[in-house]
């Protein structure tokens, strides 16, 4: 497969690409300057389209949040030649109108992680500050949207994501601070992986798929594993069909902002990158002319 060719990445559960449709297999040993990503990455083709899946947590579910090694992840996809990338998370519910098992496919994100200087790719003689007022890419979000509400599948477009560390859950207290702020939903993963793909000018859209109601609706049972793993089978399938048909509308061009994201980011003048930092982050510059 031509590396150069525009390609789509699917960062989720280690079955999503079982998706109907999926040929060609074959499996990706990436190393990166940033270390090695969550797992192998299984390349393949959907409706002629070359389609790049990473497990989030590596096969069996090995890895916590707080472990993952997201600029290694995102690199890796980047040098396959991914400049569009799907997002598919378990959340929790922070209002009562988002039901487990519907779709909510954030615009936002509140930022409560404590690891921020690992989600950056650049620094080492290197200063680059991205635009992130709208952290989600808006025409990807739609395309999602459109294919849930032809499947008929009860999505909601548009909402805030908090981004808690994790691995517990939240406190009850946690719990109705976030809702009190207005928050959406809440999750332990995706801020790092949008911060990073907007580095790497890719484009990026999230299902959050709703498996509980976190802590704050007392008259449900607290989150835990055996609720939301209930709700995540469910969701799998889902997250797999809505990926087969929305796959074929995205475009096969990386014409969209977010492909060229760093063209207002760059504040160093490359004639003072260091040659160390601009090797290492070959695959995210080389359009600047290395």
């Known amino acids: 497969m031509d590396r150069e060719t525009p390609a789509i990445g699917i960062i989720g559960g280690s079955g999503l690409y079982q998706i109907e449709g999926f040929t060609n297999p074959r499996e990706h040993q990436i190393e990166t300057p940033f270390g090695a990503p969550s797992d192998a990455i299984i390349g393949g083709e959907v409706a002629g389209r070359p389609v790049y899946f990473l497990p989030r947590h590596a096969r069996g ?78 025409p990807l979000r739609n395309l999602l949207a ?42 332990m993963t995706n801020l790092p992986e949008a911060k990073l793909a907007r580095e790497a000018e890719i484009a990026l859209a999230t299902m959050a798929m709703i498996t509980d109601y976190d802590c704050w609706k007392v008259e449900e049972e607290p989150v835990s594993v055996q609720t939301v793993l209930g709700h995540l089978l469910a969701n799998a399938e889902t997250a797999k069909t809505l990926l087969a048909d929305v796959i074929p509308r995205i475009p096969t061009e990386a ?22 930092t601009r090797e290492r982050l070959r695959a995210i510059l080389r359009r600047f002319a290395l």
């Open 255 to 276: 014409d969209w902002p977010e492909h060229r994201a760093l063209d207002s980011a760059l504040v160093t003048d490359r004639a003072l990158w260091p040659n160390e």
């Open 61 to 138: 579910h090995r890895l916590l949040p707080h472990e993952l090694n997201h600029r290694a992840n995102i690199y890796a996809l980047r040098s396959l030649g991914v400049r569009w990338i799907i997002c598919v998370t378990a959340v929790g519910s922070l209002q009562e109108k988002y039901a487990p098992r519907d779709v909510l496919l954030p615009s936002q994100f509140y930022d409560r992680t404590s690891q921020r200087t690992e989600h950056t790719f650049f620094g080492d003689g290197i200063a680059a500050h991205i635009g992130f007022a709208e952290p989600i890419c808006t």
């Open 146 to 187: 459109q294919s849930a509400e032809s499947l008929g599948v009860k999505v909601h477009n548009g909402g805030i994501y908090v981004n808690m560390d994790g691995p517990a859950f939240s406190t009850r207290a946690e719990s109705e601070l976030n809702r009190r702020h207005g928050f959406d939903v809440i999750g």
